[in-house]
């Protein structure tokens, strides 16, 4: 478990910030853990009184069985107890705080110079003003709507709307393709979706509207058709101005239409193509035309701690992604105490995090935890290296931005660049440094380190999931000796266990499966839809544990390092993929008899995707073929998953019983030559011809 002394040798210690932490040492961190696991009950109960009970929960405070063995797997926290979670996140930190003219988002466009800031107060009134319109429009508690959206503040307002009035979100990344928001709205048969009309990603401009179209149709190939489809129009501005319609109807004017878009500041203007707007007027209604008659006082809806708040899909291994449930107290009390303690916050903190919405950290370290504790964020739409390397800089000493969360894959990406880049802003402000979303290199740790916080910035390397809500392994910046590398140790309420093949739990030095064993308030309910799933995924290779699906080592001094999934995911750039759904889209192309696709190391992205794939008969292979198949998968699942290496495999190396061994294939991959065991395999021959064929750009 957690030493009792943390080591002094080979870590690194950051002082600085002691004076104001919320844990200034070690043995505090370890008191206050040992509280949160003995007595969940007593330290999640002084967490929720900083937060507004409508009433008190009527069933235990937390009450849990993780063991497929005794029943079904459940988790509740605070059960009958009803808040409101947009409630808490605005009008109580209005109110009760005062932070009504406090900058919630600072926003920062693709384009320099395309900024604006929004308070509060003035968010509460968007997010009642939307809350109102989906009500007009039938919207009820429960309801699921789907949210497909560039990183602008109407995201957050979205998301609020629908936690406002207790419909579940459920927000598809604006880089997934038309068949992945299809499958999505599907699954969760959402009611309502609530997109804009494109964006730029540096000079690439994404017809977000076209591609929601053309996913409706998708659905309604199978027999399901959403209700309605609000848009907002976030490059082509003024609501006057007659858009480019694809249909034969334009989306309705107005005259004057104030909304948050015309009070952005661009102070340099780009004359660049505006996105094609498809208009079908008995499904597809404008934002602005909404919200300009809409009261900004709307009620909020009392729900129940464990109703639903969100779904967020994140890729299986079976191929098909699952829908993971989060409901509403414990994922509010989790993520605001998680965003208090790993980020150190302080009420004159500028906290900027890279993420972007539509996955788990932007959910809980862009909207949720943020807001929940009355933070001032910077909410940035584009990336890292537009106009150029240094935007990232920029924008912190801009805002000053005390605290900065990111991910290894741009560390990675932004040290290929040298120094310079950096140096030429100050980052003075900066106090704390985080990442995310995938082991970080100790090289990268490093650089981060003493490049971008100059020695006086912790870096919190924090472990965990879409499952788990929020951080599960991680430092406190003023209290955990670093190790760059490690996630360190569990977060308040967390116990983790290292267990072998046979389910045992390792003590001391050791690796193997990384589980947790009980719950805290912040873990997934369930898969939407689908129990069964959620059980076999997390709860039946070891009964009693949560099972995470990443390996883990434990070190002499009892750090956790996390050694990457062990199941058939991979993590491209922070994004979790499954290979199946490579393969399956793969196949799908009339050439492609078979694929398999495994893990590949790649400098930047940390892993990518290499491809063996084995023709039907009379098919060719060659360039323009691998160029098909890569825009198969492109448009199959998103950008994110374009294929890096791609090779013809005239046959795959399988067992006698037909398991296509991935575990050879990947060393082919790597062109090593130490294969292990391969006694099982079918047929040798396939081997040295794979070998031969190799994608000779790797
Ligand atoms: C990986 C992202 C090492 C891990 C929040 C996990 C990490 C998967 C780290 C979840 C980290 C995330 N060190 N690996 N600090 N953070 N991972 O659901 O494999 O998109 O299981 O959630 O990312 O990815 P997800």
């Known amino acids: 478990m957690i030493p009792d002394k943390a080591p002094r040798e080979d870590v690194y210690l950051v002082h600085d910030l002691k004076k104001e932490s919320h844990v200034p040492s070690f043995e505090k961190y370890k008191e206050l853990y040992l509280k949160s696991v003995e007595n969940p009950t007593e330290f999640w109960g002084d967490v929720a009184k900083g937060y507004f009970w409508k009433s008190k929960h009527t069933g235990p405070f937390l009450d849990y069985n993780f063991d497929v063995t005794k029943g079904k797997v459940y988790v509740k926290f605070m059960d009958g107890a009803t808040t409101n979670i947009c409630y808490n996140l605005l009008d109580r930190n209005i109110h009760e705080k005062k932070l009504g003219d406090k900058v919630a988002f600072f926003w920062e466009g693709n384009e320099p110079g395309d900024e604006l800031k929004i308070t509060y107060r003035e968010l509460l009134q968007r997010v009642c003003k939307l809350a109102n319109v989906l009500k007009s429009l039938g919207v009820k508690k429960g309801d699921r709507i789907s949210i497909y959206m560039p990183m602008i503040v109407e995201l957050v307002v979205a998301m609020l709307a629908c936690a406002r009035i207790g419909a579940v979100h459920s927000i598809v990344f604006a880089g997934f393709s038309a068949e992945s928001l299809s499958e999505r709205i599907l699954d969760s048969q959402c009611s309502l979706l609530i997109t804009a009309d494109g964006f730029y990603r540096g000079d690439k401009l994404i017809s977000l509207k076209v591609i929601a179209d053309d996913a409706l149709e998708k659905c309604k190939e199978k027999n399901f058709s959403i209700q309605k489809c609000i848009m907002l129009k976030h490059l082509s501005k003024e609501c006057s101005a007659p858009s480019p319609a694809l249909g034969s109807q334009s989306p309705p004017a107005k005259r004057t239409c104030p909304n948050l878009q015309q009070e952005r500041k661009e102070t340099v203007k780009k004359a660049r193509p505006l996105p094609q707007i498809p208009w079908n007027p008995e499904v597809d209604l404008c934002w602005h035309t909404l ?13 129940e701690s464990e109703d639903p708040l969100f779904i967020l899909y994140t890729s299986g291994s079976t191929g098909k992604p699952k829908g993971v449930l989060h409901t509403i107290s ?29 996955w788990i950290t932007g959910h809980s370290y862009i909207t949720y935890g943020p807001l929940a504790n009355g933070a001032t964020s910077v909410l940035f739409e584009g990336l890292p290296t537009y106009p150029d390397v240094s935007r990232m800089w920029e924008i912190v000493d801009k805002y000053r931005v005390t605290k900065f969360y990111t991910a290894p894959t741009a560390i990675r990406m932004l040290m290929k660049f040298g120094d310079e880049p950096v140096r030429r802003f100050t980052r003075k402000s900066l106090k704390v440094l985080g990442t995310v979303g995938e082991p970080i290199n100790p090289e990268a740790w490093l650089w981060y380190y003493n490049v971008v916080g100059e020695k006086r910035c912790p870096v919190v390397d924090t472990f965990w999931q879409t499952e788990t809500g929020g951080h599960v392994l991680t430092p406190l910046p003023a209290a955990t000796p670093l190790k760059p590398g490690s996630a360190t140790f569990p977060f308040f309420g967390v116990v983790p266990a290292i267990l072998n093949e046979s389910g045992e739990e390792l003590e001391g030095p050791n690796e193997g499966y990384l589980v947790f064993k009980q719950p805290w308030p912040g873990v997934m309910r369930t898969v939407y839809g689908n129990q069964e799933r959620f059980e076999t995924t997390y709860f039946k290779k070891f009964p009693g544990y949560y099972v995470t699906g990443d390996g883990c080592r434990r070190d002499k001094d009892g ?5 990457g999934r062990i199941d058939d995911m991979l993590n491209v750039s922070g994004h979790l993929l499954s290979t199946a759904e490579v393969e399956s889209a793969l196949v799908e192309h009339e050439a492609v008899a078979e694929a398999a696709v495994v893990s590949h190391p790649h400098p930047v992205k940390g892993e990518s995707l290499y491809c063996f794939v084995t023709l039907k008969d009379g098919c060719e292979y060659g360039a323009a073929l691998e160029a ?13 998953a374009t294929p890096d290496y791609m090779q013809n495999a005239p046959a795959l190396p399988k067992t006698r019983s037909g398991k296509i061994m991935r575990r050879v294939l990947r060393k082919i991959a790597r062109n090593e030559r130490d294969l292990g065991d391969v006694s099982t395999l079918a047929d040798s021959t396939v081997i040295e011809q794979l070998f031969q064929n190799r994608c000779c750009t790797v």
Do not use: H, N
């Open 330 to 358: 414990g994922y509010m009390l989790y993520t605001a105490c998680t965003f208090k303690y790993v980020f150190d916050y302080q009420p004159q903190d500028v906290y900027w995090c890279t993420a972007d919405i539509g």
């Open 559 to 563: 750090y956790l390092w996390i050694t």
């Open 628 to 640: 098909e198949l890569k825009k198969k998968v492109r448009e199959k699942i998103g950008a994110i």
């Open 291 to 303: 919200v300009e008659d809409a009261s900004d006082e709307c009620d909020p809806e009392w729900c």
